[in-house]
């Protein structure tokens, strides 16, 4: 199971800007940028499948709950190994909690690194709880 390999660390330890540290009217998520680890294992077709059905119905889950504001995969990137982002409106050590149980990081074939994105409310129409 990977997530952030040896560098896992706790809320307080790498999130270095808190809401106090912002300036009035800026939000945040926790961003979740999805990666396919260097030497991912490979398996067969099916499993594969069963592997990403897993996957959108771990991300679904959470979405019908309300605690990813969005998600999705890359297209165009330079670099294949990214794939995709999650935007979570839980703090970060409740999203690391939840990456970890995702089939695909259990399996080996995405790795999850979790981080706190701030921006201006007015940046962007998703609405933030």
Same mark, same amino acid.
């Given at each position: ?31 979740? /940028?999805?990666?396919? !680890? ?7 077709? @099916? %499993?594969?499948?069963?592997? +990403?059905? #897993?996957? $959108? ?29 999650? /935007?979570?409106?839980? !703090? ?7 990456? @970890? %149980?995702?089939?695909?990081? +259990?399996? #080996?074939? $995405? ?19």
């Amino acid at each position: 199971m990977t997530l952030e390999g040896e560098h896992a660390t706790t809320e307080a330890e790498d999130d270095r800007f808190t809401e106090d540290d912002m300036p009035p009217r800026m939000a945040s998520f926790t961003f979740v /940028l999805l990666r396919r !680890p260097e030497n991912a294992p490979e398996f067969p077709d @099916e %499993e594969l499948e069963r592997l +990403q059905d #897993g996957h $959108l119905a771990h991300l679904a889950k959470f979405r019908a709950n309300g605690s990813i504001a969005a998600a999705g995969p890359f297209s165009d990137q330079s670099d294949p190994r990214l794939r995709g982002i999650e /935007l979570w409106t839980l !703090p970060l050590d409740e999203v690391r909690k939840h990456c @970890e %149980e995702d089939p695909s990081v +259990q399996a #080996g074939r $995405l790795e999850k690194h979790v981080m706190r994105w701030w921006f201006r409310e007015t940046d962007l129409p998703i609405s933030v709880r």
